[in-house]
């Protein structure tokens, strides 16, 4: 299977800190996604990046990526309580249809 | 802006009835198209994507269908709903990759 899976399962953190979430996958990728869902909504696209790159900024996260390893981590720096969701990673396929293989996902939760 | 509707929000069916689940986009043309199912607490299951108007592929054998009628729309269907149907149902629509969700719909079959 190429779904990819997230580690830890469940994080519990309190607010101000950092939140470190680990993806791994088994097949190789021409990107790698990280997606957040707050709970009975839809995921919501947090940040791409390509195979060819080893670490991505966007605002309060980071990513790194190790196609050796085939890993990815999502770093969210001085975390809010706003930031409580679930965090899934996703790999793309190779069906010519731009189809993402999704994680079991990391549920976050960020106390006040 | 592109924006992807989906209704209802929430279906409670019971074992047996039919079920059509629909789900729109606007502000794009010839979308890719998908339609997941995610149990509680779980990851994502993709159950059908389309490429274009009447071209539908299934990733799993199930009790389910779909259809694409027009370019921006795109439905869930069955005839008779299982109890292990029930769960959160997402559609979704792709640009360069990445893929922009709609709310979901909430299905319950009793």
């Known amino acids: 299977s190429q779904q990819g899976e997230e580690d830890p399962q469940a994080l519990s953190i309190q607010e101000g800190e950092n939140a470190t979430m680990n993806c791994s996958y088994k097949t190789s990728i021409n990107n790698l996604q990280w997606y957040r869902q707050n709970s009975g909504r839809g995921l919501v696209h947090l940040i791409l990046?390509?195979?060819?790159?080893r670490e991505k900024h966007s605002g309060r996260l980071r990513v790194t990526l190790d196609t050796s390893k085939k890993s990815s981590s999502l770093l969210i720096t001085a975390s809010r309580a706003a930031d409580t969701a679930s965090y899934f990673c996703?790999?793309?396929?190779?069906?010519?249809?731009?189809?993402?293989?999704f994680g079991t996902g990391t549920r976050l939760t960020v106390i006040p | 802006s592109q924006t992807i509707h989906q209704w209802p929000a929430t279906l409670v069916q019971p074992v047996g009835s039919p079920l059509s689940l629909e789900c729109t986009v606007e502000?794009?043309?010839?979308?890719?198209l998908y339609w997941y199912r995610q149990a509680a607490g779980r990851g994502l299951q993709l159950l059908f994507y389309s490429v274009g108007i009447g071209q539908i592929s299934s990733e799993v054998p199930q009790n389910l269908s779909a259809s694409r009628p027009q370019d921006r729309q795109f439905i869930l269907s069955s005839k008779k709903l299982l109890l292990s149907d029930s769960g959160f149902y997402l559609c979704?629509?792709?640009?360069?990759?990445?893929?922009?969700f709609g709310p979901g719909t909430r299905l319950l079959v009793l």
């Open positions: 990046i390509r195979s060819n790159e």
């Open positions: 996703a790999t793309d396929g190779w069906t010519g249809a731009n189809n993402l293989f």
């Open positions: 979704a629509w792709s640009l360069r990759g990445t893929q922009y």
């Open positions: 502000g794009t043309s010839n979308p890719n």
